[in-house]
């Protein structure tokens, strides 16, 4: 597979991922701004409203047993305290939530936007672009912060969560760290970049 098909591809792929997630976030906006005003929108559901998995601290709750297959291949093990929580759209726990997955996805909208334009910019005959090197830094901010945010999402729904229920201790389960690495990484790639785009136009002075 030649370099030129591998990037149409990854053009036409992001490009559908934006537009999927933008039609996603309209959606989910619309069905939350209508529970919330009390239009049970979710009725078809057992279970309406914004869902979290949490792990719960200080349980006196005794450990799983191990289970095993029936050739004894495979074993496996019920979580221990975790926890399935479902919150009410028009509860301050709920507002809250429909900000912070608001926010969650327009970062997402704001990456993939990001990368749309990079592949879309980006040409083998001049492969370093001052526009590219700007949207990879900006690239790499979004990835910073985006990892920021959910750090400042994990400490505010923990406290809104224990004005609900003090006991057990919950807290939510979330993965950190993963989109700093990515920003960090996509920072450096962007001043070696930034560094190959000099060298370019030295080249081309000389010449």
Do not use: C
Not at 12 to 22: E, G, M, N
Not at 81 to 98: E, F, I
Not at 169 to 194: C, H, M, P, R
Request: glycine fraction near 6%; hydrophobic fraction near 45%.
């Amino acid at each position: 597979m030649s370099s030129k098909t591998i990037l149409s591809f990854l053009r036409i792929s992001v490009t559908v991922l934006f537009y999927l997630l933008s039609f996603f976030t309209v959606v989910f906006l619309v069905t939350s701004i209508l529970n919330i005003a009390g239009y049970n929108i979710e009725a078809v559901s057992s279970k309406p409203g914004f869902t979290y998995d949490v792990v719960g601290f200080h349980t006196k709750s005794s450990e799983p047993p191990m289970l095993y297959s029936a050739d004894s291949v495979i074993r496996y093990q019920q979580l221990k305290d975790q926890y399935n929580l479902h919150v009410k759209p028009d509860s301050a726990l709920g507002y809250y939530t429909l900000v912070s997955r608001l926010i969650s996805m327009g970062f997402g909208i704001g990456i993939l936007w990001m990368f749309m334009k990079i592949f879309k910019e980006t040409k083998f005959e001049t492969p370093f672009i001052q526009t590219v090197s700007r949207r990879l830094r900006i690239l790499a901010a979004l990835f910073i912060i985006s990892d920021v945010m959910g750090m400042i999402n994990y400490f505010v729904f923990n406290s809104i969560l224990r004005h609900s229920i003090t006991t057990p201790d919950f807290a939510l389960k979330t993965d950190l760290g993963s989109d700093l690495i990515t920003g960090l990484v996509i920072w450096v790639i962007a001043e070696i970049y930034q560094r190959g785009l000099a060298l370019q136009e030295e080249n081309a002075l000389t010449v």
